[in-house]
């Protein structure tokens, strides 16, 4: 019987040492799981730190490249508006340079408008002065055409008109026995102007003339010369006549 308790006891105190040892066993395993958990913890909290500063890293990189692209958007249409700017200015620029070239070609216009009129009316002018001067002479009116003459030559000294003028002065001379005043008027339109329509009728008045003083031979040389030099004309049909007539 006491050997049996004894067992038992012996059993019973076993027992406790085993679960004392169990116990200890336990504890030890417990902290190195909550020193591995920690330490994973501690290993989580720093990857997240990492990553949290990677991330804000990242957003500031993120936001420095949208103050960028806002920067250049700006800049952009800075650009675009300088452009337009630019743009309408150089518009307007053509506009009134296109302008100013037709107002300019207006203005010349009218200038050679009014040139070619005032042309025109110094024309109308200088033949109504002409016609005005051989009405004189031809109305016997000597002393007023000879006047009409001086201011005909006066106004007009690089008119085409100017060995009519001068054949007719010749004639008004004539006209008023002023026989070397003549001679010298209708010299001037034979020996300068001899292509001139009134150089046959010069011819025919220094003829003439020099009938009237009495000189024959050069009054027939001058006739014979309007044959030669201008057959067609109508002074050479009056030589012909002068000629044939009897001395």
């Known amino acids: 019987m006491k050997r049996l308790k004894f067992t038992l006891m012996a059993m019973v105190l076993a027992g406790m040492s085993m679960q004392a040892h169990a116990g200890l066993f336990d504890d030890d395993v417990a902290r190195k799981q909550v020193a591995d958990l920690a330490a994973s913890v501690q290993n989580l909290q720093q990857q997240n730190a990492q990553r ?18 806002d920067a250049q958007k700006e800049e952009i249409a800075q650009l675009r508006g300088a452009n337009e700017v630019l743009q ?32 025109q009316e110094a024309k109308l002018s200088e033949q109504d002065s002409f016609d005005a001067a051989v009405a004189l002479v031809q109305n016997k009116k000597h002393k007023e055409a ?62 003439s003339v020099a009938a009237t003083t009495g000189n024959k031979k050069d009054s027939r040389n001058y006739l014979i010369n309007i044959l030669e030099k201008y057959p067609q004309s109508e002074a050479a049909a009056k030589a012909k006549k002068a000629l044939a007539a009897p001395n």
């Open 88 to 119: 309408f200015n150089l518009d307007e620029a053509v506009k009134r340079q296109k302008d100013l070239y037709i107002d300019l070609d207006a203005r010349l216009r009218n200038i050679e408008q009014s040139k070619a009129e005032a042309k």
């Open 146 to 207: 000879g006047a009409a003459w001086a201011k005909f030559v006066a106004d007009y000294p690089n008119s085409d008109k100017m060995a009519a003028a001068q054949y007719w002065m010749g004639m008004n001379y004539a006209f008023s026995k002023d026989y070397k005043s003549a001679n010298i008027a209708f010299k001037n339109v034979v020996e300068n102007a001899p292509d001139d329509a009134k150089a046959p009728d010069a011819l025919l008045g220094l003829a």
């Open 52 to 69: 949290l500063e990677q991330l804000e890293a990242s957003n500031a990189r993120m936001l420095d490249l949208v103050r960028q692209l």
